[in-house]
């Protein structure tokens, strides 16, 4: 028996995307259960766009918060979705990615974490145990 790895998506990909929860650009996949953010562990798919706009590449993100640590917790290090999950079309190609939009669309309640926002805050000791 043996088993065939195909790679979907690029490294550039993935050097491009970051955790809209955490703010952290490291993920881990785990085969058979998925990819998810190293630092929080929130969950992200990925899926082809059917609209390209003539881009290489055309991608959905979906994020889910259902796995992620310390979450109810850790306010000050991690922002939750308003229902939980959000998405975010991205287009473009290696070393060319671009943000097309976000859903839920970003407002006053409800902003995605910027790439390294928490990247200066120690998270505290009591509350890395709780993972």
Same mark, same amino acid.
């Given at each position: 028996m043996s088993l065939e790895v195909l790679n979907r998506h690029s490294e550039a990909l993935f050097e491009f995307l970051w955790c809209p929860v955490c703010g952290h650009e490291i993920f881990t996949h785990?085969?058979? &259960?998925? @990819?998810?953010?190293?630092?929080?562990? $929130? &969950?992200? @798919?990925?899926?082809?766009?059917?609209? $390209?706009?003539?881009y290489e590449e055309a991608i959905l993100a979906c994020f889910d918060t259902a796995p992620t640590w310390n979450l109810h917790v850790d306010e000050k290090l991690r922002r939750d979705f308003p229902d939980g999950s959000a998405r975010v079309k991205v287009f473009g190609a290696p070393d060319d990615y671009e943000v097309d939009w976000w859903s839920p669309e970003p407002d006053e309640y409800w902003q995605p974490v910027e790439r390294g926002e928490f990247d200066d805050i120690e998270e505290p000791d009591d509350v890395s145990h709780l993972a």
């Open positions: 785990i085969p058979f &259960e998925g @990819v998810f953010c190293k630092n929080c562990n $929130t &969950e992200v @798919v990925l899926r082809e766009s059917r609209e $390209t706009r003539g």
